[in-house]
């Protein structure tokens, strides 16, 4: 059973950093797509960032391209979400999912593992 596992989140100051990782019990990452998305209240669950464990490829939403940087420890078989200039409207529980298919995806629908999600708050 693959799945996910968040670090803890938690309250931010605006334009403070918070770095989130995500490390997967029963797999290794191999050729995955691991993705980083996140959900506001009432609001639907958005990309954020995603990498190709093989390839190395990484892409980001705009709204955070510049600010947040997805990486990898292979060691430790482990990604990394690393979020500067924090923004209030960043609020959101955040999610780590694995896209095991052999194509890479940016669609939430092609990640079939998901973590249970971590709060982050950016505020004052």
């Known amino acids: 059973q693959v799945q996910p596992v968040e670090s803890e989140g938690g309250l931010v100051q605006p334009g403070g950093p918070l770095k989130l990782s995500c490390a997967a019990s029963?797999?290794?990452?191999?050729?995955?797509?691991i993705g980083w998305f996140r959900q506001a209240p009432g609001k639907e669950r958005d990309f954020v960032a995603a990498?190709?464990?093989?390839?190395?490829?990484?892409y980001y939403a705009g709204s955070v391209k510049g600010r947040f940087t997805i990486s990898r420890d292979n060691a430790k078989n482990t990604a990394y979400l690393q979020m500067n200039s924090l923004k209030p409207e960043d609020t959101a529980a955040y999610y780590c999912a694995i896209n095991t298919n052999e194509y890479t995806s940016t669609s939430a629908l092609d990640f079939g593992f998901w973590g249970q999600g971590t709060q982050v708050t950016v505020s004052s």
């Open positions: 029963g797999t290794t990452f191999r050729s995955y797509t």
């Open positions: 990498m190709s464990w093989s390839s190395g490829s990484k």
